[in-house]
């Protein structure tokens, strides 16, 4: 089992739709969370942070849940150029990032 | 520099040829991490550096992977009598602190290994 789990998709989505992607950690001592985004073919990039009281970031949500290590995004009012790979990742404070395999998210006219 | 800059690019490497490959964080980042990513899967930890000091090499594969940053910027990968299974994306990133983990990284483009 790994140790960081997404749903790998794809979601397929009509513009301005709402949809929600979520992930499970196994590592309890785990401090802290992101979500990371990469297109087709380029490198990961920070998309936001995960905070324990949740955070908004214009469109975007993402909730943590320690008690049942449980993370989740959730993308309003998709646009087409939200069109990729979400990235969840999990961090303990050695510093080292754990990745989940990324959930795709395809969104359409 | 302004980014993470990886080189080469591409590399196609010839069954049980050596390859090195080459990473430049960004100016003053402290912490450099490798990551390995198969294609459909997420970027695997392979090992990490503050400054100079190796602090974990434990997602190295196999002792055919050897990674070096001898005075604390850049880093270079190299990899041993390669197998195809070596092929993948080996991405670099930098953060700027000591990798408390709370830290944005900063990856760079990737090198894609093709190894024939």
């Known amino acids: 089992r790994k140790e960081v789990e997404q749903d790998p998709g794809p979601f397929n989505v009509p513009e301005g739709a709402t949809v929600a992607f979520n992930c499970t950690y196994s590592?309890?001592?785990?401090?802290?969370f992101f979500w990371y985004r990469q297109d087709c073919r380029k490198e990961p990039k920070l998309l936001m942070s995960?905070?324990?009281s949740g955070n908004e970031d214009g469109r975007f949500t993402a909730q943590l849940n320690r008690a049942s290590q449980y993370i989740s995004l959730l993308i309003r009012d998709s646009k087409l150029s939200d069109s990729a790979t979400y990235l969840c990742?999990?961090?303990?404070?050695?510093?080292?990032?754990?990745f989940g395999d990324g959930t795709t998210l395809t969104v359409k006219p | 520099g302004a980014g993470v800059s990886q080189s080469p690019r591409y590399k196609v490497a010839k069954r049980g040829q050596d390859v090195a490959l080459r990473c430049d964080p960004i100016?003053?980042?402290?912490?450099l991490f490798w990551y390995q990513q198969a294609l459909g899967q997420g970027p695997e930890f392979l090992t990490y550096f503050q400054n100079e000091a190796q602090l974990d090499k434990s997602g190295l594969p196999s002792d055919r992977f050897f990674a070096e940053r001898p005075e604390g910027s850049v880093s270079t990968l190299k990899i041993q009598r390669t197998q195809q299974e070596d092929s993948a994306v080996y991405l670099c990133a930098s953060s700027r602190g000591s990798g408390t983990g709370y830290e944005k990284l900063f990856f760079g483009s990737g090198t894609q290994l093709s190894v024939l």
């Open positions: 995960v905070y324990s």
């Open positions: 100016s003053g980042h402290v912490s």
């Open positions: 590592n309890s001592a785990s401090q802290s």
């Open positions: 990742v999990v961090n303990t404070n050695a510093g080292k990032s754990t």
